[in-house]
């Protein structure tokens, strides 16, 4: 019979979860055994103690810091995978204001970030690139103060964002993705406990090819089924704006670049981490000498897994 | 100094008492109509605010538009509505049993206030977003964590008024109960529970808002999806689509609940007291 | 008897109905001259309190009306002994017999001797900086009754406020009160259910019956003020006594046979 | 029935007398003592269920743990602490100020209330998480933020309780006043408001734990970083960084302040009301 | 005089300090018999309150112990009459004379007969549905009063229960308060402000003196029971009334005494 397990995702449903939901609605995880439930979460929601409680059995990771700081406080935590190449966080401005340029962006009156976001990318963009901790302002994930505010600037995912501001705001903000600036870490990783990595490395397994299948037909196949899912965990989503998702994450390549093109999608790479934490200590988020080692495992990437979906 | 007449208020002379008179008819008029005139006039003046400083709609939408929002989507924001409702009575029901039944402990003894009182307060100053994954881990059923978190919220006023009530009791009422051998609990049952009485429904006034506030920050952490999710969840959605109108609209309807809350327990807190408390009491005259 | 005749007011068939349907006053009429000291004696129930809260503009009367002496004028000073001592509990003694003055506008320091004279004369010094409820029942009485004179008001409503003092402190103060109403010429309304106390005051003893409360009688007390020690023994006194001792129980009466009516 | 002797309890031969003396003993011991030992005993407990239920400490920290953290962090935490307090106590200020003055202003008259009261109910429930946005475009400056946020968790039970109060006054001093002519102003000033102290008092205990998690919510809607950061952006920070055992160490300091508070409060309740009012009377024996 | 002769309680050198430090009781020595009515005298604020309360243990004397007789065992009942009528601001008449017999466990329904009896007894038929503040003044004492009978305790403890009362109403209640006290047995402690309610009423009248509160003297009343209005009128009444009243005068002139003491 198929195990039961379960994904908790970082948001409400939507086509950033397309792999996921796709690999459930085709069957792509029964077919290696797996019964997978898909438990969203939401703005205010953390869904990664209920991983470390053990209620979930995988949890979608927002980048590869919160990885780091489970090594340093010994938290048994890794990641199997990471499923986007790219981490699609953007800054927006608004065009024309003399913010039109990434070195520019500091002058902005207003940061408009996120909790997660002023302890992750902001942390980086203070130390590397001279943003004023003084100027931000928490994103409620109410996008009017960025638009009634034409100085300021504000966090987004390129895939959602950027399409709100655009329908209520009325104009086309400048976008700038994070990763084309340096901050080139994973993003959306799957994150397990070690203890299920060692009593049932099959069933991470099962559930990290799977996810890259799902994300290959997600992307290239018919993603029908699964948007019928994404509707029906998240009915305010509008299929424009699956849409517009879906094209984002093409153009930018946020899934499928770089090293996904021949090691498949999920993939990882020592050198890729090593790198990233390397930028990281030097900007000062994160200490020196964590044994990065620790925070993933490639045992179940790299494997070319999906290839052939690709059209 | 003062002259009336029989039924009449068209001989009265006296300019003081022909004050009082105008004053009190005001007041009935007044006590109806102005609170409406002020509540249109403050609709009326957020309009005018918003075509004044051309406030763009998808940051204050006119009050106009929000009404028509309520009305176009009342299937959805209703539906919500019920949900939130819910979780808002039972944790005022809730509050009610715990901030009541911890009163009544901790008036047993003052070691037992001074012992347990301080938990109580943890429990009032906890941020709940804080402890929520806590609660999130432990607790399973989705209504029992939004109740939960709740229930954080309203049961303190309950609880310290009751207290306050309980302990406020006439000295020589007390005695006289001693007197009879009246047993602790006839004593509460007797005594202290009905002369606690008004502060208890004081402390629920402020427990019926809070409860509500409750639900909905309850549902905000811990974030109900679907279609079985309330208002909180409406705000979060249509915040995030900036569609402010079913914001505002959501938002509203949290008010007007909250009104009628109050104005409920108003209504059931001057039933029970208005044949003895000063604060029910109609003045004769 | 005594001061002047000018009417000051009138209460001309006067009723009062509570909101909950007891009818505690009906059609009563009464007459108060400038200067009167009118004793209402009644049995328990009557509307005495009542009576005198309608006077005092507290109330007002569901029929009938309170006809005040115009030129009067309309700041008439008026002095109030409720029956229960209703003292601020969170205030001295001091603070409390202040009050008047203070609502006035008189400071503290210009106050005291004023008040610290009218506690003498209660008996109360040594008192001014306990709190109401450090007191005996009589001592918070007596702290009322100096509250209501250091205004030295125009007009005295009193409601029975010697009833929980001993016999030798009421008879000071009731020589103490006829003393100062005969230097000050203010007008009395004085509620007791002392037969003897009504008579040693007052010029005039209005006997009410209840049920409905209404005057059942008036009795003038013709003896000459000032009335003292040797009044008490006199032959008019116990006459006057006597008298009114029937009338208040022919009052009773009328009240027992009134209820019997069903009212 | 009762047998008492000159200061001494060992005559005492009446069983009943002799129960009541041994349990004001026992009470006097007991309201220092068992609190302490009881709050012992839950952080044992804590211990015990950490360890038994082998609760990693990435979830719940054992308070061994916890304390160690308090210590070895103590100047980010406690400087943090600082900076929390400070907005708590001016939002308790304002609550104070806006609450009394409100409630003086609704007890003016009973149209007044009516109208104005239902504003007061909307800002206790409008979600602070939902119209932040809207106080972030006009509202510029950070503490004031922060104050606003605070302020509107806080200021409802003292207003609440505060009309209550003022609505509770004897009818015979009310009275007493009107007889003496007392302006609208020397009523409110030497009787409504002192008649309302002890209602107020207990509704200022409410609105002291109020306006501390008011203080720490308002931070984390409205943010607030770099070292200047209060005890909620080291709760946000240390639940991101999965440092738990400075996540509770700070929870801790929220709830000890907010027991700390509690108490300055009953006590300065106790101060005012104990020569007269019966909830804060020692009886007399 | 009257009943029984064993002594119930005995105040042994009893003294009050109040935590304010005033002393209302110093050194009071006195033994109430079984069977006794003893009426307490003395000025307004002599501690005539407090040595009620210490008696009913509601206090516990500063000094010096309050011995009752053993073999009376833990469970006399006490009924209390209160300076202040004490009444459950929220209850009707009806259930605040209910009241006692409802904290023993007795019904509504059985306890009907005892409380509509004893209301007719206070003049209060008709009024059981009317809350306290419906009542006028005497009307709550008298309900009090009511509520202190309708137990029959063994003991009763009256503070001041008449001051409130007009003369006819009081009359005719000490006349029914003797009737069963006759009847019934019970032991009775007074306290009255006055002299020919004290006269009539006890067979011991026990004056107290002021600052501190002191027994100052005691009167036996020894004329026989049953008392009635011939008694009222009777030449030892008279003479009985005026040795109390100067005994009481003697009283407070040592208050005043001791006053000038500076205690
Ligand atoms: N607030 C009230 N509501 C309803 N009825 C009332 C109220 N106050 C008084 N009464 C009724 O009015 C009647 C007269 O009351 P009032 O207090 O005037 O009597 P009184 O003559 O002063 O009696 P006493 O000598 O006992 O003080 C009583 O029957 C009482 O029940
Ligand atoms: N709770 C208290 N705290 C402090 N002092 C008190 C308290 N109660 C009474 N006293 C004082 O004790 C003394 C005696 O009071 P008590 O009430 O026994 O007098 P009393 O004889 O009953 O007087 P009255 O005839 O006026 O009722 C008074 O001087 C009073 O000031
Ligand atoms: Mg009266
Ligand atoms: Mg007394």
Not at chain 1, 54 to 75: E, P, R, S, T, W
Not at chain 1, 286 to 295: L, N, Q, R, S, W
Request: charged share 20%; with cysteine; glycine share 8%.
């Amino acid at each position: 019979a198929a195990e039961d397990v379960t994904f908790g995702t970082n948001w409400l449903a939507q086509a950033e979860h397309g792999g996921y939901y796709q690999a459930v609605a085709d069957g792509t995880y029964e077919a290696c055994g797996l019964n997978v439930t898909i438990s969203p979460g939401g703005p205010q929601v953390s869904g990664r103690p209920l991983l470390l409680a053990g209620k979930l059995d995988f949890y979608m990771g927002g980048n590869l810091l919160q990885a780091f700081d489970a090594v340093q406080q010994n938290i048994p935590l890794r990641i199997v995978a990471a499923s986007f190449q790219k981490e699609p966080q953007v800054v927006m401005s608004h065009p024309g204001q003399g913010l039109d340029k990434w070195e520019d962006l500091k002058n902005a009156e207003q940061y408009i970030l996120g909790d997660e976001g002023a302890q992750s990318f902001f942390q980086w963009m203070i130390t590397d690139y001279d943003f004023d901790p003084a100027k931000r302002v928490p994103y409620t994930f109410n996008p009017a103060p960025f638009i009634a505010n034409p100085k300021s600037i504000q966090q987004g995912y390129v895939t959602s964002e950027p399409f709100a501001v655009e329908q209520a705001g009325g104009f086309k903000p400048n976008v700038f993705l994070l990763a084309d600036y340096g901050f080139d870490t994973y993003a959306t990783t799957i994150e397990t406990m070690q203890e299920t990595i060692d009593k049932r490395p099959e069933v991470v397994q099962c559930f990290v090819d799977g996810s890259a299948k799902g994300w290959y037909n997600y992307l290239y196949g018919d993603n029908k089924a699964a948007n019928e899912m994404i509707k029906k965990d998240n009915p305010d989503i509008t299929d424009e704006q699956i849409a517009f998702s879906i094209k984002q994450m093409k153009d930018y390549g946020i899934v499928d670049s770089g090293e996904a093109e021949t090691l498949g999608i999920g993939a990882m790479t020592d050198e890729h981490i090593a790198g990233f934490y390397a930028k990281m200590v030097k900007a000062k988020v994160v200490p020196e000498g964590i044994d990065i080692k620790k925070a993933y495992t490639l045992d179940f990437v790299n494997k070319g897994v999906g290839l052939d979906l690709k059209k | 100094m003062t002259v009336t007449d029989t039924n009449s208020a068209t001989q009265v002379l006296d300019p003081e008492e022909a004050r009082r008179l105008r004053n009190e008819q005001l007041e009935r008029i007044g006590s109806f109509v102005l609170p409406v005139a002020i509540m249109v006039l403050a609709i009326w003046l957020w309009d005018r605010i918003c075509v004044w400083n051309e406030i763009p709609q998808y940051i204050l939408p006119r009050p106009g538009v929000v009404l028509q929002t309520i009305h176009s989507d009342a299937a959805l924001l209703f539906s919500s509505l019920l949900v939130t409702l819910k979780i808002t009575f039972l944790s005022l029901l809730l509050a009610v049993i715990g901030g009541v039944g911890l009163a009544v402990l901790f008036a047993q003894s003052k070691w037992v206030e001074m012992s347990f009182f301080p938990f109580a307060i943890v429990l009032q100053v906890t941020p709940i977003v804080a402890i929520f994954p806590l609660i999130n881990i432990y607790v399973d059923n989705q209504t029992a964590k939004l109740l939960l978190c709740s229930w954080i919220v309203a049961f303190f006023p309950v609880l310290s008024n009751t207290t306050l009530g309980l302990n406020s009791v006439d000295r020589n009422l007390r005695d006289l109960f001693k007197l009879n051998h009246a047993s602790r609990w006839q004593e509460l049952w007797h005594l202290r529970l009905p002369a606690a009485m008004p502060y208890f429904l004081g402390g629920l006034k402020i427990a019926g808002g809070l409860s509500l506030i409750g639900a909905v920050v309850a549902e905000f952490v811990a974030g109900a999806s679907g279609q079985s999710s309330g208002l909180a969840s409406r705000i979060i959605e249509a915040g995030y689509r900036l569609n402010a109108p079913r914001l505002f609209a959501a938002l509203i309807l949290v008010s007007l609940a909250g009104i009628v809350i109050f104005l409920v327990l108003s209504l059931i807190a001057h039933l029970i007291l208005r044949r003895w408390h000063e604060s029910a009491l109609k003045q004769e005259r | 008897m005594g001061k002047g005749e000018k009417p000051l007011l009138a209460l001309r068939s006067v009723g009062k109905t509570f909101s909950n349907g007891v009818t505690a006053l009906a059609d009563v009429d009464m007459t108060i001259r400038e200067g009167d000291f009118l004793s209402l004696l009644g049995p328990s129930g009557c509307g005495k309190s009542t009576a005198l809260r309608l006077i005092a503009g507290l109330m007002t009367p569901t029929t009938g009306l309170i006809d005040w002496d115009r030129k009067a004028g309309d700041d008439i000073s008026v002095g109030f002994v409720f029956q229960e001592p209703t003292l601020l509990p969170w205030a001295s003694v001091f603070d409390n017999v202040w009050l008047p003055l203070r609502l006035k506008g008189v400071s503290r320091g210009e106050a005291r001797p004023a008040v610290m004279e009218l506690l003498e004369r209660v008996h109360l010094s040594g008192f001014e900086n306990a709190v109401p409820r450090e007191l005996s029942g009589g001592m918070r009485m007596r702290v009322s009754i100096a509250r209501a004179l250091v205004t030295r008001p125009r007009v005295l409503l009193m409601d029975e406020p010697f009833a929980a003092l001993d016999e030798i402190t009421r008879f000071r103060l009731n020589n103490d009160l006829l003393e100062l109403w005969q230097d000050q010429r203010f007008t009395v309304v004085f509620v007791t259910h002392s037969v003897f106390e009504s008579v040693f005051l007052s010029s005039r003893v209005v006997v009410m019956a209840a049920r409905p409360g209404r005057v059942f009688d008036e009795i003038a007390i013709d003896a000459a003020y000032p009335r003292d020690a040797a009044f008490r023994t006199s032959q008019d006194y116990a006459a006057f006594c006597q008298r009114t001792s029937d009338v208040l129980g022919s009052a009773m009466n009328a009240t027992g046979r009134s209820r019997d009516d069903g009212h």
